[in-house]
Structures are given as C-alpha cells and as structure tokens.
C-alpha cells in the first residue's frame, strides 16, 4: 500500500474534507492508528514528555527522534509520517538540512515539522530547496517553554495575533508544505486555514483548522497529570460502546470528519 502524499492532503483541504493526525511513537501504535485511518502521524518531541518523563521536550535527541521514527515507519504503512526536529537540531539552516536528512534516510519519514515564525524563513527555504517537506509550527512552541514563562495561550492579542498570521503567511511563501498551529484563538486558526493555500493542522486552534492533531496519549486518558482544554479523552465517554483503544481513535477520527470535535469547551 502506498503511502498518502502531500498532494492527496493537499486535495482534502480543497475539498474541505478534515485531515486526522494523531502522534505515534511506537510500531503497535503505528499499526493500530494506521488501520484506523488515521492520516498523518507525528513522531512529536512530546515523546520527552510522555515517554520519558521529562518536564519537557527540551531533552529529546536527533537520535532519539530518529530512534521513535523507526518504529513507527515500522508499524505503519499509509500514513503519511512527519517527525519532529528536536530542540536545537534547527539552530542554523545547515545543521537543520544535514539533520532533517538524517530523520529522513534513517527515521523513514517524508516530512520534518519545526517550531519558529520569521527566524526559521530561511531555514524552509533551505529545506524546501533540497525537497524536504516541512510542516512550520506557530503559537505556543513547545521547546521556547522558558521564553514563554509557561504553556499558554498565544495570539490573544492583535499585535501577536498579526505577528502570528503574518509568519505563517511568509513560512508558505518559504516553501512550508503543512503550517500547524498550537493554542491560539480559534479566531485567528479559522483565519489562517481561511487565507493559507496550504494545509493547517491545528491544535487547541478551533475546529475550523484543515486538520487536527492531538498527543495519542492524552485523547487515550493516560497521560499523568491534568489533561489540557483543547484536548478529549475518547476512551471515556457516555456512548461508547466500548471501552478499547480502536473504538477510542475510530470516535476520534468521526469527531474530526464531523466537525464535531473541537468543541466550544476545547476552544481558546
Ligand atoms: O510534539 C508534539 O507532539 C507536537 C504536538 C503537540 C503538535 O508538536
């Protein structure tokens, strides 16, 4: 079986047909997320925090990515696979091309997602030259934790709402293939899958983005700790037939089709 492609992702935003992406980091996993139909797995650096344990994605290696990546091509055989470049292995284009090639030849993957506005431009149209695909990952970056004073809400107000927009505009002009959107007003993610040709995966960004993504583990309800707003855990609710893990990604995956997750409560 062939893989999905960017172009067939590409189609379903035209169509207006929702992307499901879910995070994967294991063969098993990738195997059962695959057979459910689930679109796109991301190998996330949120592996630090809910396979490690670590109080964030700072820790994660190139070799760890690499490592994760592996088992997931492994198990899975539609999908389509985006990795994360950890921490610092973007700090400069070069190093960026030289590691996001590394994800590729060794991880198995066909696309690499990096956190940044304006300063990652080049870096995308490095990568974009070299015909690596690129997600571009905008709002609440995960590995800038200790420049934000926390996990928090971004593009509240119009200032960064514009900077936010005006970056995901200039990273597809860049040659970004996927923007995603972490934690922003449901406003301003309906606004930039609205103006952006390409297609918008959004997390905690309103159920107007093209695609949504969520870490499998908290839509699973194990990862420790408070799950956060703009997640659901689809293993415990009031209509489920049944309690298992399939049932859970397969209401998951009805849910994103329908529209009818995200909801208002998910919402910023
Ligand atoms: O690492 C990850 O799982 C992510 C998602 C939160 C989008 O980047």
């Known amino acids: 079986m062939s893989r999905i492609t960017l172009p067939a992702l590409q189609a379903m ?9 879910l995070t994967a980091y294991d063969s098993s996993f990738a195997a059962l997320l695959d057979g459910a139909g689930v679109e796109v797995l991301l190998i996330g650096d949120s592996l630090g925090m ?19 990546s592996r088992c997931v091509a492994r198990g899975s055989q539609r999908a389509l696979l985006m990795a994360d470049m ?10 960026a091309l030289l590691n996001a090639g590394r994800l590729m030849k060794e991880g198995g993957v066909q696309m690499v997602k990096l956190e940044g506005g304006a300063m990652q431009l080049e870096t995308v149209r490095r990568l974009a030259a070299h015909g690596i695909p690129v997600c571009a990952h905008l709002g609440l970056l995960p590995q800038s934790v200790h420049k934000l004073g926390g996990y928090k809400v971004q593009g509240h107000d119009a200032k960064s709402a ?13 040659g970004a293939d996927i923007l995603l959107l972490e934690c922003v ?18 997390i905690g960004a309103g159920p107007d983005c093209d695609a949504q993504v969520l870490v499998l583990y908290d839509m699973l309800g194990i990862t420790p700790g ?10 415990n609710e009031q209509e489920a037939v049944s309690g298992d893990i399939a ?8 849910a994103v089709k329908s529209g009818s997750f995200p909801a208002k409560q998910h919402c910023f």
Not at 247 to 254: C, D, F, T
Request: contains cysteine.
């Open 13 to 21: 935003k035209k169509d207006g047909e929702k992307i499901t992406c």
């Open 185 to 202: 007003p449901a406003a301003l993610g309906a606004e930039i899958s609205h103006r952006a040709s390409v297609p918008v995966i959004g």
């Open 86 to 95: 950890p921490f610092m292995a973007d700090a400069d284009p070069l190093q």
């Open 247 to 254: 049932s859970a990604v397969r209401r998951y995956i009805e």
């Open 226 to 235: 408070k799950r956060p707003k703009f997640s659901r855990d689809f293993t």
């Open 50 to 68: 809910v396979i490690q344990g670590q109080d964030s994605t700072l820790p994660v290696t190139l070799d760890e990515m690499i490592y994760h």
């Open 162 to 174: 514009s900077q936010i927009r005006d970056d995901a505009l200039a990273l597809q002009e860049a």
